[in-house]
Every structure is written in structure tokens, then in C-alpha cells.
């Protein structure tokens, strides 16, 4: 069926560090793709999207590229900080149009100072 | 975004009796809410689908007399745990769909409640 494969963690950097963690997805049609973060004790907060081909979400320094051709959308930051510290789930949702997205495993990223 | 409150944020409970989790939407009337439970340190697994004014949808596996869901009115709906056992023990977090534009619409979360039954 289809699915949402994340890079397993915990991801450890430190502060300042190129950050980028894997997500890659199978589906039929085109999806719309999400990350979402979760910090220690809370819910998930919507991250960044992309709906079609070729866009770039973008929010707080993360970027992700909706990547068709190797069905991919891997999130990156260029210099982290303490405070990202989180759980990070990437997140399909399906070409129909559906507003329930299918998650991945989620990333754990431990930023030291 | 919307705020989404969960009330409790923890609870614990003595095995066979029942807990009740309120899910909140505070920002906007909230026809169709989801509940979601998450193991440790692993993703969120969809439980059921709560429709205003209507009957659940339970995911496939999901035991809809053990896990019963109210969505009385259009900013609240409840998840009720019954008969609670250990294995019941879990992280459960509601989100409310956004309003907006057609497709893709966003989910808006709640902050979650810890559920450990002793």
C-alpha cells in the first residue's frame, strides 16, 4: 500500500549544522506532501506543505522540494538551533484531494549547543 | 493556525475503569475532528473520524464499543476510553480540519493526552 519512509533517528547535530532529513513516498497519483514537527510534550504543528511537482515549502529557515521523479521530499535546514530540537513527520496526503495524511515514523533531531 | 486544546493533558487510571478526553476546537466550528493515538517513538496511527451530529468512522482494528467517540457539538468532541487496560496506555492527540481553500486541507492538532492505566 501506499507509504511515507523516513530516515530513522535520532538525528544528532550541532547547533549551526547543515540539517537534512530523508523522506521518500509511495503513492498512486499526486499526492500533496507535509512535514510536521512535534516538540517534547506537545502535538504536531504543520511544518511546511507542497501540493504539486516541483514546489518548495518553506517556513522558519526548513525547506523541503516536492521531488516527482525520485519520489522524495526531504527537509533541510541550513544552520540549526537548540530550539529545533523536536520529532519530525513527513506526511502524505493522497492525489484525491483526502485531508487525512498518512504518516511516517518520524525523525527525532537532538541539536546540541 | 486554529487552536485545538485537549483536556486532560494526563491522566491516570486504575485498570477497568473508563477516562474521558475532551478535544476542543477554539478558533472555528469544527464539522470533522480525527483522534490519533501514538506509541513510543512511533508515528500516529489514525483511530476514527468524528463527524458533528453523526456516528464515527473507526479505522479498520480500531474497537468502537472500547473507544467511543461523541462529536456533540461543533467545537467539541469527546473520546471515551472504556474498560481501560494497560495495554490502553498511550499518547492521544485530536486535530481539527482546517477551513480554507478546497484540497489540500490542513489539520490543526491538539497538544495531546497521556493516558497510563495502572
Known amino acids: 500500500g501506499d507509504s511515507v519512509t523516513q530516515m530513522e533517528g535520532p538525528v544528532t547535530l550541532s547547533e549551526e549544522a547543515f540539517l537534512t532529513i530523508n523522506c521518500t513516498y509511495t503513492?498512486?497519483?499526486?499526492?500533496?506532501l507535509f512535514w510536521y514537527v512535534q516538540y517534547p510534550g506537545e502535538g504536531l504543528q504543520l511544518l511546511l506543505k507542497?501540493?504539486?511537482?516541483?514546489d518548495k515549502g518553506s517556513n522558519k529557515g526548513f525547506e523541503a522540494t516536492y521531488r516527482k521523479e525520485t519520489t522524495s521530499f526531504h527537509l533541510e535546514k541550513g544552520s540549526v538551533q537548540v530550539s529545533d530540537s523536536a520529532v519530525y513527520f513527513c506526511?502524505?496526503?493522497?492525489?484525491?484531494?483526502?485531508?487525512?495524511?498518512?504518516f511516517g515514523r518520524g525523525t527525532s533531531l537532538i541539536v546540541h549547543p | 493556525g486554529a487552536v485545538v486544546s485537549q483536556h486532560p493533558s494526563w491522566v491516570i487510571c486504575k485498570s477497568g475503569t473508563s477516562v474521558k478526553i475532551e478535544c476542543r476546537s477554539l478558533?472555528?466550528?469544527?464539522?470533522?475532528m480525527f483522534w490519533y493515538r501514538q506509541f513510543p517513538k512511533q508515528s500516529l496511527m489514525l483511530m476514527a473520524t468524528?463527524?458533528?451530529?453523526?456516528?464515527?468512522?473507526?479505522e479498520q482494528g480500531v474497537e468502537k464499543d472500547k473507544f467511543l467517540i461523541n462529536h456533540a457539538s461543533l467545537t467539541l468532541s469527546t473520546l471515551t476510553v472504556t474498560s481501560a487496560h494497560p495495554e490502553d496506555s498511550s499518547f492521544y492527540i485530536c486535530?481539527?480540519?482546517?477551513?480554507?481553500?478546497?484540497?489540500?486541507?490542513?489539520?490543526?492538532f491538539g497538544p495531546g493526552t497521556r493516558l497510563t492505566v495502572t
Open positions: 486535530s481539527v480540519l482546517g477551513q480554507g481553500a478546497p484540497g489540500p486541507y490542513e489539520q490543526y
Open positions: 503513492a498512486t497519483g499526486y499526492p500533496s
Open positions: 507542497a501540493t504539486k511537482a516541483d
Open positions: 468524528s463527524n458533528e451530529g453523526s456516528k464515527a468512522t473507526y
Open positions: 506526511a502524505r496526503g493522497d492525489g484525491g484531494g483526502s485531508y487525512i495524511p498518512t
Open positions: 478558533d472555528f466550528q469544527a464539522t470533522t
